[in-house]
Nanobody, 126 residues
Framework: QVHLVESGGGLVQAGGSLRLSCAAS????????AGWFRQAPGKEREVVAA????????YYADYVKGRFTISRDNAKNTVYLQMNSLKPENTAVYYC???????????????????WGQGTQVTVSS
């Protein structure tokens, strides 16, 4: 079993930046894919970015491409989401997720993930 704990959310003005972290613990010896999802008020959870165990393979939702960067440090069992040029519409609860996978698999839908963090609130003011 893998436990995921998110941190780094908060309140930021439009144009600012936040760096979310997702620390994994438990059975993390095997490779796992990871992703960040968001859930805005009244909307379904949707993928923001995803990354393979081999961090060079990534996926981004169109609305964050060029502004957000997903990365990971496998030695620290931590996945990051660097969010730059934040907009009010980015306001949501952000969740990290993980699933055991091969080194190069990028998983982009919520049903592919087995483990979820508790979520961290990101609020962007105008």
């Amino acid at each position: 079993q893998v436990h995921l704990v998110e941190s780094g959310g908060g309140l930021v003005q439009a144009g600012g930046s936040l760096r979310l972290s997702c620390a994994a613990s438990g059975r993390t010896g095997s490779s796992y894919a990871a992703g960040w999802f968001r859930q805005a008020p009244g909307k379904e959870r949707e993928v923001v970015a995803a990354i393979a165990w081999s961090g060079g393979r990534t996926y981004y939702a169109d609305y964050v491409k060029g502004r957000f960067t997903i990365s990971r440090d496998n030695a620290k069992n931590t996945v990051y989401l660097q969010m730059n040029s934040l907009k009010p519409e980015n306001t949501a609860v952000y969740y990290c997720a993980a699933a055991f996978a091969s080194r190069f698999e990028v998983l982009t839908t919520h049903d592919q993930y087995d483990y979820w963090g508790q979520g961290t609130q990101v609020t962007v003011s105008s």
